[in-house]
């Protein structure tokens, strides 16, 4: 499986800005279709945003026009800018990573956005 390692996430006032940041190994990074997902306390793990292999995204209707999912196939990483953050995007961010064959899951990143 491929591993996925998650970073940026940590502390935000509501209106302010943090980038997200999956680094996956192996080499076939630029096949996967690439995903962020999120799971708030007592909530189930929701969609945020998906990019494919083509670039095609797909958001969330609570994160569109707010956030950008993007990818740079050199580098094996995946990212999600995250803008005008409200308290309710709080929640444990995973990356996944989709191909067949292949479903693989980060370990989360934490996102507080206080009021």
């Known amino acids: 499986q491929v591993q996925l390692v998650e970073s940026g996430g940590g502390s935000a006032q509501a209106g302010g800005s943090l980038r997200l940041s999956c680094a996956a190994s192996?080499?076939?990074?630029?096949?996967?279709?690439m995903g962020w997902y999120r799971q708030a306390p007592g909530k189930q793990r929701e969609l945020v945003a998906t990019i494919t292999s083509g670039g095609s995204t797909n958001y969330a209707d609570s994160v569109k026009g707010r956030f950008t999912i993007s990818r740079d196939n050199a580098k094996n990483t995946v990212y999600l800018q995250m803008n005008s953050l409200k308290p309710e995007d709080t929640a444990v961010y995973y990356c996944?990573?989709?191909?067949?064959?292949?479903?693989?899951w980060g370990q989360g990143t934490q996102v507080t956005v206080s009021s």
């Open positions: 192996g080499s076939g990074f630029r096949i996967y279709t």
């Open positions: 996944h990573a989709g191909f067949i064959g292949v479903n693989s």
